[in-house]
């Protein structure tokens, strides 16, 4: 059988390139910076959201940005998220809520002893409701439980056939961040000074090029990185470290890194078999299980939608020093997935398998992020059905790891991949 | 016009006109809104939870129906494969109707947004009825900055745009404002009918009242204004039940609903409901929407600042736990029924918070979990009568 030959071939992926390497370090300082702030030894903490973040207005103000996505994301892949979601559960969270939201919930009645960081409460919440709902809900509770003061950024859904924000709401959102300055003024205790936000924008833009030009490299055969495993490594700096040299600096090397590997025609895995394309947050309390059922197989991510939900750069997006609060609320409205039509959605998709040049569609379903999930039965049916592109659907979580099951997951992944090998064999898909 | 409800003189009291109209919506065939449509002549738009400007569809001259999935009523066969397990009934009742060809008599369905499901369901409903007219209204949730004054109105001229395509009517200042005041009628009928049941809940039942409200998500708001005012005389001749019942506050069922004999068998294991949040969206404004002046400017300002608490509407000026606690007091209500829908975000992240505001307040409070798809309601009845019987008996 073959599955039995690749069982003693795994795990084929490595990890420890050099671009794991330095971004471990730089998210290692931030979580120090996070320790040193909770201690009352740094700059105030703002909490955000990931989708379209707004980093660049508060590295303007030099505020210390806290996502509780990455804390509760970092809980996960340490495996020691479940004990932080059973508290929220105690407390009234039902099984069915967003675990992110628990797990960073539980966080707060552990006293923000997270296991990388102790994380510092928030001297504002303001909550960039880019598309998920959810974060409204959020950051409500956390304005109940910390008495932080809350600024909502509210962020019109794209709604029209044309796919653009209308201008209208391009006015509300900007309207909304020149009312955000006065409270960033009062918490920095810093007058707002344009120039430092036009260096932050520039330092932002560059970063954001980089980090299109390497996300463009896996149209490369072999792609020379994981766009689904690696890129989400690379996603923790994009965020935290946007909008200042360090950040650029990272994706300066970063870039290199890649090239040299596209240049040595070298790849994550020692052969590419096959191309995949990944819908959906990745099961972080699995990630290197999940990787490694693909990794068996030779089957490496070129494109994943989910390394875009902090921004759409590799389609066009590039942050603008000359009207940086317009840019900003572009970035918000428009150049990120969460804020898209879940038709939109599918064309990103399509553009993927067709210019990425993909064997296949991975949809992986995650219970708690309903903005992903809810409907993506009917995005299977529209790509198995009307675009003719081989489509598995597997489900599980992205941070409860009650909801992976290994063995049906894994039976899953293997009898697609098998499909998958038989379709190339016989000329199916190519 | 003739409609199934003027037409009915079978029964001048309460309880036989309420049997009589729980048809009306318990039919996913929607009959009487064919009917409707026939004998007014209008086009039909589906406005999906939890709430919508019907004032705009009505202005438009289109006959506005709240389509809140199909209950108990249909099998889901199809929309299982489109949505998860962990999605809530409703959406995927309301995507069966489409695929069963239900909702052939609407020419549009109207969605907003209350939760990510929903969302992405005005996205699926797009792709698989290319043909229908399908919206997606943004709401705001930023309510302190006048700017979502501004959005929201450009909002509606949007879909008011959208709207006149649809019917081919040119909608005037006037025609909003007289929709307006329809609304404003019907609504302040509700209002007093609410007030009536919180001081007389031995009289007017939830059921007779949670009828009496559905019946406006299918009717002519003319001829829901005409049975509410029938409703509110034969509500003061009703002679009062004698029963041994807790007084509560029921919350969480503000979208998807539970079905009629699921609230009759609640209230029968021992609640005087003083108040709810069933069919929140037609009873939306806490006063009447100004009816002169710019009457989408009016209807946008209601909305942010005139209209009620809800898990879909984020308001930093309001804190959920501490009002429902207010009203608790205000209301003089023993206790606190939590009944949300199954796989209901919202409604499941406001429990946490009212969770810890009423056990800080010592409020005793119930949660419980239904589905508009539930036959059997032993189990929640059950619950609720030993949580009644835990109080009555302390």
Not at chain 1, 181 to 191: A, D, R, T
Not at chain 1, 400 to 420: H, V
């Given at each position: 059988?073959?599955?039995?030959?690749?069982?003693?071939?795994?795990?084929?992926?490595?990890?420890?390139?050099?671009?794991?390497?330095?971004?471990?370090?730089?998210?290692?300082?931030?979580?120090?910076?996070?320790?040193?702030?909770?201690?009352?030894?740094?700059?105030?903490?703002?909490?955000?959201?990931?989708?379209?973040?707004?980093?660049?207005?508060?590295?303007?103000?030099?505020?210390?940005?806290?996502?509780?996505?990455?804390?509760?994301?970092?809980?996960?892949?340490?495996?020691?998220?479940?004990?932080?979601?059973?508290?929220?559960?105690?407390?009234?969270?039902?099984?069915?809520?967003?675990?992110?939201?628990?797990?960073?919930?539980?966080?707060?009645?552990?006293?923000?002893?997270?296991?990388?960081?102790?994380?510092?409460?928030?001297?504002?919440?303001?909550?960039?409701?880019?598309?998920?709902?959810?974060?409204?809900?959020?950051?409500?509770?956390?304005?109940?439980?910390?008495?932080?003061?809350?600024?909502?950024?509210?962020?019109?859904?794209?709604?029209?056939?044309?796919?653009?924000?209308?201008?209208?709401d391009i006015t509300y959102v900007v309207r909304q961040l020149e009312e955000l300055i006065p409270v960033f003024e009062k918490v920095s205790g810093k007058k707002f000074d344009p120039d430092k936000l036009t260096e932050v924008m520039e330092y932002s833009k560059?970063?954001?090029?980089?980090?299109?030009?390497?996300?463009?490299?896996?149209?490369?055969?072999?792609?020379?990185?994981?766009?689904?495993?690696?890129?989400?490594?690379?996603?923790?700096?994009?965020?935290?470290?946007?909008?200042?040299?360090?950040?650029?600096?990272?994706?300066?090397?970063?870039?290199?890194?890649?090239?040299?590997?596209?240049?040595?025609?070298?790849?994550?895995?020692?052969?590419?078999?096959?191309?995949?394309?990944?819908?959906?947050?990745?099961?972080?309390?699995?990630?290197?299980?999940?990787?490694?059922?693909?990794?068996?197989?030779?089957?490496?991510?070129?494109?994943?939608?989910?390394?875009?939900?902090?921004?759409?750069?590799?389609?066009?997006?590039?942050?603008?020093?000359?009207?940086?609060?317009?840019?900003?609320?572009?970035?918000?409205?428009?150049?990120?997935?969460?804020?898209?039509?879940?038709?939109?959605?599918?064309?990103?998709?399509?553009?993927?398998?067709?210019?990425?040049?993909?064997?296949?569609?991975?949809?992986?379903?995650?219970?708690?992020?309903?903005?992903?999930?809810?409907?993506?039965?009917?995005?299977?049916?529209?790509?198995?059905?009307?675009?003719?592109?081989?489509?598995?659907?597997?489900?599980?979580?992205?941070?409860?790891?009650?909801?992976?099951?290994?063995?049906?997951?894994?039976?899953?992944?293997?009898?697609?991949?098998?499909?998958?090998?038989?379709?190339?064999?016989?000329?199916?898909?190519? | 016009?003739?409609?199934?409800?003027?037409?009915?003189?079978?029964?001048?009291?309460?309880?036989?006109?309420?049997?009589?109209?729980?048809?009306?919506?318990?039919?996913?065939?929607?009959?009487?809104?064919?009917?409707?449509?026939?004998?007014?002549?209008?086009?039909?738009?589906?406005?999906?939870?939890?709430?919508?400007?019907?004032?705009?569809?009505?202005?438009?001259?289109?006959?506005?129906?709240?389509?809140?999935?199909?209950?108990?009523?249909?099998?889901?066969?199809?929309?299982?494969?489109?949505?998860?397990?962990?999605?809530?009934?409703?959406?995927?009742?309301?995507?069966?109707?489409?695929?069963?060809?239900?909702?052939?008599?609407?020419?549009?369905?109207?969605?907003?947004?209350?939760?990510?499901?929903?969302?992405?369901?005005?996205?699926?409903?797009?792709?698989?009825?290319?043909?229908?007219?399908?919206?997606?209204?943004?709401?705001?949730?930023?309510?302190?900055?006048?700017?979502?004054?501004?959005?929201?109105?450009?909002?509606?001229?949007?879909?008011?745009?959208?709207?006149?395509?649809?019917?081919?009517?040119?909608?005037?200042?006037?025609?909003?404002?007289?929709?307006?005041?329809?609304?404003?009628?019907?609504?302040?009928?509700?209002?007093?009918?609410?007030?009536?049941?919180?001081?007389?809940?031995?009289?007017?039942?939830?059921?007779?009242?949670?009828?009496?409200?559905?019946?406006?998500?299918?009717?002519?708001?003319?001829?829901?204004?005409?049975?509410?005012?029938?409703?509110?005389?034969?509500?003061?001749?009703?002679?009062?039940?004698?029963?041994?019942?807790?007084?509560?506050?029921?919350?969480?069922?503000?979208?998807?609903?539970?079905?009629?004999?699921?609230?009759?068998?609640?209230?029968?294991?021992?609640?005087?409901?003083?108040?709810?949040?069933?069919?929140?969206?037609?009873?939306?404004?806490?006063?009447?929407?100004?009816?002169?002046?710019?009457?989408?400017?009016?209807?946008?300002?209601?909305?942010?600042?005139?209209?009620?608490?809800?898990?879909?509407?984020?308001?930093?000026?309001?804190?959920?736990?501490?009002?429902?606690?207010?009203?608790?007091?205000?209301?003089?209500?023993?206790?606190?029924?939590?009944?949300?829908?199954?796989?209901?975000?919202?409604?499941?992240?406001?429990?946490?918070?009212?969770?810890?505001?009423?056990?800080?307040?010592?409020?005793?409070?119930?949660?419980?979990?239904?589905?508009?798809?539930?036959?059997?309601?032993?189990?929640?009845?059950?619950?609720?009568?030993?949580?009644?019987?835990?109080?009555?008996?302390?």
């Amino acid at each position: 059988m073959a599955n039995a030959a690749k069982e003693s071939q795994e795990p084929q992926s490595h990890y420890q390139g050099g671009f794991h390497l330095l971004q471990k370090e730089l998210m290692n300082d931030y979580f120090d910076q996070m320790t040193r702030a909770a201690e009352g030894d740094g700059p105030p903490a703002v909490y955000l959201l990931i989708s379209g973040n707004p980093v660049e207005l508060i590295r303007a103000f030099d505020l210390l940005p806290v996502f509780p996505e990455i804390n509760a994301l970092q809980i996960a892949a340490k495996h020691q998220s479940l004990p932080f979601i059973q508290k929220a559960e105690e407390v009234g969270y039902s099984t069915d809520n967003c675990a992110y939201v628990k797990a960073d919930v539980g966080l707060w009645y552990q006293d923000g002893q997270a296991p990388m960081a102790k994380v510092p409460k928030p001297d504002l919440l303001l909550t960039n409701y880019v598309g998920c709902n959810v974060y409204l809900h959020w950051w409500e509770h956390l304005a109940e439980l910390s008495h932080a003061p809350i600024f909502d950024i509210d962020i019109p859904f794209i709604r029209t056939s044309d796919g653009e924000p209308r201008a209208e709401d391009i006015t509300y959102v900007v309207r909304q961040l020149e009312e955000l300055i006065p409270v960033f003024e009062k918490v920095s205790g810093k007058k707002f000074d344009p120039d430092k936000l036009t260096e932050v924008m520039e330092y932002s833009k560059e970063t954001g090029e980089l980090w299109a030009q390497i996300k463009r490299m896996t149209v490369n055969r072999p792609s020379p990185f994981d766009a689904y495993f690696d890129a989400v490594t690379m996603m923790g700096p994009l965020y935290t470290l946007r909008g200042t040299k360090e950040g650029r600096d990272f994706f300066r090397d970063v870039l290199k890194m890649v090239e040299e590997i596209k240049s040595q025609g070298k790849g994550p895995l020692p052969e590419e078999k096959f191309r995949l394309v990944v819908e959906g947050p990745p099961p972080w309390p699995y990630l290197r299980i999940f990787r490694d059922m693909f990794a068996r197989w030779g089957a490496v991510f070129v494109a994943s939608t989910y390394s875009t939900v902090g921004g759409l750069w590799e389609f066009g997006f590039s942050h603008d020093p000359s009207d940086p609060l317009r840019s900003v609320a572009m970035h918000m409205l428009k150049w990120n997935l969460t804020n898209r039509n879940f038709l939109q959605r599918y064309q990103q998709l399509k553009s993927y398998v067709d210019e990425w040049g993909a064997d296949g569609l991975v949809i992986h379903s995650v219970k708690s992020c309903r903005l992903f999930s809810a409907g993506q039965g009917d995005m299977r049916e529209y790509f198995a059905r009307q675009v003719g592109v081989p489509t598995l659907l597997v489900e599980s979580d992205l941070e409860d790891p009650r909801y992976f099951s290994k063995a049906q997951m894994r039976t899953r992944i293997d009898a697609f991949m098998e499909s998958l090998e038989h379709h190339k064999l016989v000329g199916l898909h190519t | 016009m003739a409609t199934t409800v003027s037409s009915s003189q079978e029964t001048e009291n309460l309880p036989g006109i309420v049997n009589g109209l729980r048809n009306l919506f318990e039919d996913p065939d929607f009959q009487a809104v064919a009917e409707i449509k026939r004998a007014s002549g209008k086009p039909v738009v589906g406005h999906f939870p939890v709430y919508s400007p019907v004032e705009l569809i009505y202005a438009a001259g289109i006959h506005p129906v709240g389509v809140v999935g199909a209950g108990n009523q249909i099998e889901i066969a199809h929309a299982d494969s489109r949505f998860q397990s962990f999605v809530c009934s409703v959406i995927k009742s309301t995507l069966e109707l489409g695929f069963t060809d239900r909702l052939q008599i609407f020419e549009g369905m109207l969605f907003h947004s209350i939760c990510d499901p929903a969302r992405n369901l005005a996205s699926v409903f797009k792709r698989n009825f290319p043909d229908q007219w399908v919206e997606y209204i943004h709401f705001p949730q930023n309510m302190v900055t006048e700017g979502s004054l501004d959005y929201l109105e450009s909002e509606y001229r949007r879909i008011l745009a959208r709207l006149e395509d649809l019917s081919g009517k040119k909608v005037r200042n006037d025609d909003i404002n007289e929709a307006i005041g329809k609304y404003n009628r019907a609504r302040q009928l509700m209002r007093d009918l609410y007030q009536f049941r919180r001081e007389h809940p031995d009289i007017l039942t939830t059921k007779e009242l949670y009828t009496l409200v559905r019946a406006g998500h299918i009717l002519s708001v003319e001829d829901h204004i005409g049975l509410l005012e029938k409703a509110k005389v034969l509500a003061g001749k009703k002679t009062p039940l004698v029963r041994d019942h807790i007084k509560v506050i029921l919350v969480g069922s503000f979208c998807e609903q539970p079905p009629l004999d699921l609230i009759f068998s609640m209230e029968e294991a021992g609640l005087d409901v003083l108040d709810d949040d069933f069919l929140l969206g037609r009873r939306w404004f806490t006063e009447d929407v100004p009816d002169d002046g710019d009457g989408i400017r009016n209807l946008a300002n209601s909305y942010r600042d005139r209209s009620v608490i809800a898990a879909v509407k984020h308001d930093s000026r309001q804190q959920k736990g501490k009002e429902l606690v207010d009203r608790v007091r205000r209301f003089g209500a023993d206790a606190v029924i939590v009944s949300v829908a199954k796989f209901c975000e919202p409604g499941l992240f406001d429990y946490a918070l009212y969770r810890k505001a009423l056990m800080e307040a010592g409020i005793p409070h119930l949660f419980v979990e239904f589905e508009e798809k539930m036959w059997l309601f032993d189990k929640i009845q059950t619950e609720i009568e030993t949580f009644v019987e835990s109080l009555l008996l302390d």
